[in-house]
């Protein structure tokens, strides 16, 4: 070793461009979460689970314009979409849910979000929004389908003006759907890291109470508790608040309304809820 | 059929924590007949609703698809499947150790439950035909998910896929599709043996028994004849 060392100059610089700080980020990872959702700027392989369910969906869609149009009757009205399609909305969720939050613990990224300016709740927030937001698009786009070909089909200014407001009023449906799966699947997802656990967990949790909540309403007849059984199951709950609010009669709930939509709130209330409380801890 | 490959497949699947992932399912069923027992729930209530709706259609499926995809697929996943595939032992009888292993887990996980809820629910005669249906269903069940463990890397959706969208909407619906359908197999062969009219499905038991064997004899086929070209990729997408 010489007696002049140097150190040389070699260039290294700063970082002095504009930071986008924490709201840009969190954006930035709903967007992120959306595109996972339906595998866009990912290979095939990441597309053809998400798109099947989509394809199925929209199958449906497309069968009830066909039918309306050849025969004049409503086969598939706007709001009864999100409950015919629910059990593909769950296959959706099984596969998207653990695709957003499993991953990042199974690959172990998550102290590389933590240690940038977001918050952890920033974190859980955005994927929770992103799932709602791509379960809600999977059923109201197969709706818009139902929209347009009746529109078209009706002819006049007021038939499609009745279309658009049946089709609004189908978009409410979805979102209470997609609230009500959504903020329970994420819940699920983000205590497993395995994907396929993630998966299996989440059609468990949804699956298991749907025969009881049959066997409860069969046994209870006309009394209370035939209507306060749906209660109990996520496929059921959101259609209870749809009966209450528009008055359908795919369900009997009596005068229980009010306690769908207060059920409703408190559920997803809690799965945010919980789900925050799991991202103190980066692992499991 | 490998003793040591066995022990081991049986050791990785229910050896660790999330093996107690299992309990919740069954325990479930049985507290529920018993709770609808309790209400006042008639037999047949309790053997459609219950052991068929839940047992049959969501406890069988779902576990021996957990097991099923698990012993093999887990294995794939991260890896240490090259340490089975290069020792000298024929591909054959990988497959059947990991398929007796799933199919004894998911058989005793599904129809131990199965009959201790049919006699907590006063039909035990039911449960016994329904438990022995369970294990025939196991059998099926596992070398349909070993199969599909082994031909994709994404073994657990599409097999809920075909347990949710095949089974679970469309045999509703279109009755043709029945005769594809395990959990249709399962309600024939238990309708056989026990003679009891609670249940019912709408082909028979000789389809049910012979389509079983034909789904057992070509999934394990299958699983074979993939492991022996088998190519160990890297994780993608």
């Given at each position: 070793?010489?007696?002049?060392?140097?150190?040389?100059?070699?260039?290294?610089?700063?970082?002095?461009?504009?930071?986008?700080?924490?709201?840009?980020?969190?954006?930035?990872?709903?967007?992120?979460?959306?595109?996972?959702?339906?595998?866009?700027?990912?290979?095939?392989?990441?597309?053809?689970?998400?798109?099947?369910?989509?394809?199925?969906?929209?199958?449906?869609?497309?069968?009830?314009?066909?039918?309306?149009?050849?025969?004049?009757?409503?086969?598939?009205?706007?709001?009864?979409?999100?409950?015919?399609?629910?059990?593909?909305?769950?296959?959706?969720?099984?596969?998207?849910?653990?695709?957003?939050?499993?991953?990042?613990?199974?690959?172990?990224?998550?102290?590389?979000?933590?240690?940038?300016?977001?918050?952890?709740?920033?974190?859980?927030?955005?994927?929770?929004?992103?799932?709602?937001?791509?379960?809600?698009?999977?059923?109201?786009?197969?709706?818009?389908?139902l929209f347009a070909g009746s529109a078209f089909s009706t002819g006049t200014g007021a038939g499609a003006w009745a279309e658009a407001?049946?089709?609004?009023?189908?978009?409410?449906?979805?979102?209470?759907?997609?609230?009500?799966?959504?903020?329970?699947?994420?819940?699920?997802?983000?205590?497993?890291?395995?994907?396929?656990?993630?998966?299996?967990?989440?059609?468990?949790?949804?699956?298991?109470?749907?025969?009881?909540?049959?066997?409860?309403?069969?046994?209870?007849?006309?009394?209370?508790?035939?209507?306060?059984?749906?209660?109990?199951?996520?496929?059921?709950?959101?259609?209870?608040?749809?009966?209450?609010?528009?008055?359908?009669?795919?369900?009997?709930?009596?005068?229980?309304?009010?306690?769908?939509?207060?059920?409703?709130?408190?559920?997803?209330?809690?799965?945010?809820?919980?789900?925050?409380?799991?991202?103190?801890?980066?692992?499991? | 059929?490998?003793?040591?490959?066995?022990?081991?497949?049986?050791?990785?699947?229910?050896?660790?924590?999330?093996?107690?992932?299992?309990?919740?399912?069954?325990?479930?069923?049985?507290?529920?007949?018993?709770?609808?027992?309790?209400?006042?729930?008639?037999?047949?209530?309790?053997?459609?609703?219950?052991?068929?709706?839940?047992?049959?259609?969501?406890?069988?499926?779902?576990?021996?698809?957990?097991?099923?995809?698990?012993?093999?697929?887990?294995?794939?996943?991260?890896?240490?499947?090259?340490?089975?595939?290069?020792?000298?032992?024929?591909?054959?009888?990988?497959?059947?150790?990991?398929?007796?292993?799933?199919?004894?887990?998911?058989?005793?996980?599904?129809?131990?439950?199965?009959?201790?809820?049919?006699?907590?629910?006063?039909?035990?005669?039911?449960?016994?035909?329904?438990?022995?249906?369970?294990?025939?269903?196991?059998?099926?069940?596992?070398?349909?998910f070993l199969a599909l463990s082994v031909v994709t890397r994404r073994p657990v959706l599409l097999g809920l896929l075909y347990v949710?969208?095949w089974e679970g909407l469309l045999s509703n619906v279109v009755a043709g599709t029945r005769s594809v359908s395990v959990q249709h197999?399962?309600?024939?062969?238990?309708?056989?043996?026990?003679?009891?009219?609670?249940?019912?499905?709408?082909?028979?038991?000789?389809?049910?028994?012979?389509?079983?064997?034909?789904?057992?004899?070509?999934?394990?086929?299958?699983?074979?004849?993939?492991?022996?070209?088998?190519?160990?990729?890297?994780?993608?997408?």
């Amino acid at each position: 070793m010489s007696d002049t060392s140097v150190i040389h100059d070699i260039g290294y610089q700063r970082y002095a461009g504009a930071r986008l700080g924490r709201a840009y980020a969190v954006r930035a990872l709903f967007e992120h979460g959306l595109r996972v959702a339906f595998g866009l700027g990912r290979s095939a392989k990441a597309k053809i689970f998400p798109w099947i369910v989509v394809g199925l969906v929209t199958l449906l869609a497309v069968i009830a314009v066909a039918v309306r149009a050849q025969t004049g009757e409503t086969f598939l009205p706007y709001q009864e979409l999100p409950s015919v399609a629910s059990l593909l909305v769950l296959v959706f969720l099984a596969v998207v849910a653990p695709e957003l939050v499993s991953r990042d613990l199974r690959n172990q990224t998550l102290p590389l979000y933590f240690s940038r300016p977001i918050k952890r709740s920033d974190y859980a927030l955005a994927k929770f929004a992103a799932l709602f937001t791509a379960s809600w698009l999977l059923m109201a786009g197969p709706q818009l389908l139902l929209f347009a070909g009746s529109a078209f089909s009706t002819g006049t200014g007021a038939g499609a003006w009745a279309e658009a407001r049946g089709m609004l009023g189908g978009w409410v449906v979805s979102a209470l759907y997609a609230l009500v799966f959504s903020s329970v699947s994420v819940l699920v997802a983000s205590l497993a890291s395995r994907r396929a656990f993630a998966a299996g967990a989440i059609v468990v949790v949804f699956m298991v109470t749907t025969p009881v909540v049959g066997l409860l309403i069969s046994l209870g007849g006309d009394g209370n508790l035939a209507k306060l059984a749906p209660l109990a199951s996520p496929f059921l709950l959101p259609e209870g608040v749809r009966v209450w609010l528009y008055h359908a009669d795919s369900l009997p709930i009596g005068s229980f309304g009010p306690l769908y939509a207060l059920v409703t709130v408190l559920l997803t209330a809690a799965c945010t809820l919980l789900l925050l409380l799991r991202y103190r801890k980066v692992s499991l | 059929m490998n003793l040591t490959i066995a022990w081991i497949t049986l050791r990785g699947l229910l050896g660790r924590r999330r093996s107690l992932l299992l309990l919740p399912l069954p325990l479930i069923l049985i507290g529920i007949t018993a709770v609808g027992k309790a209400i006042g729930a008639q037999p047949d209530e309790l053997a459609e609703d219950v052991l068929i709706g839940m047992g049959v259609a969501v406890l069988l499926p779902l576990v021996s698809l957990i097991v099923g995809t698990g012993v093999l697929g887990s294995e794939i996943d991260d890896g240490t499947v090259v340490h089975i595939l290069t020792k000298p032992i024929p591909r054959s009888r990988i497959i059947l150790a990991k398929l007796a292993v799933a199919t004894l887990v998911s058989a005793v996980v599904s129809a131990v439950p199965m009959y201790v809820a049919a006699a907590v629910g006063g039909v035990a005669d039911l449960g016994l035909a329904l438990a022995a249906a369970c294990a025939v269903g196991a059998l099926a069940y596992s070398a349909l998910f070993l199969a599909l463990s082994v031909v994709t890397r994404r073994p657990v959706l599409l097999g809920l896929l075909y347990v949710i969208i095949w089974e679970g909407l469309l045999s509703n619906v279109v009755a043709g599709t029945r005769s594809v359908s395990v959990q249709h197999y399962v309600i024939a062969i238990a309708q056989k043996i026990s003679g009891s009219d609670l249940i019912g499905t709408t082909i028979s038991a000789t389809v049910a028994a012979v389509m079983s064997v034909v789904i057992t004899v070509a999934g394990t086929w299958l699983a074979v004849q993939r492991l022996r070209s088998f190519s160990v990729a890297g994780e993608t997408s």
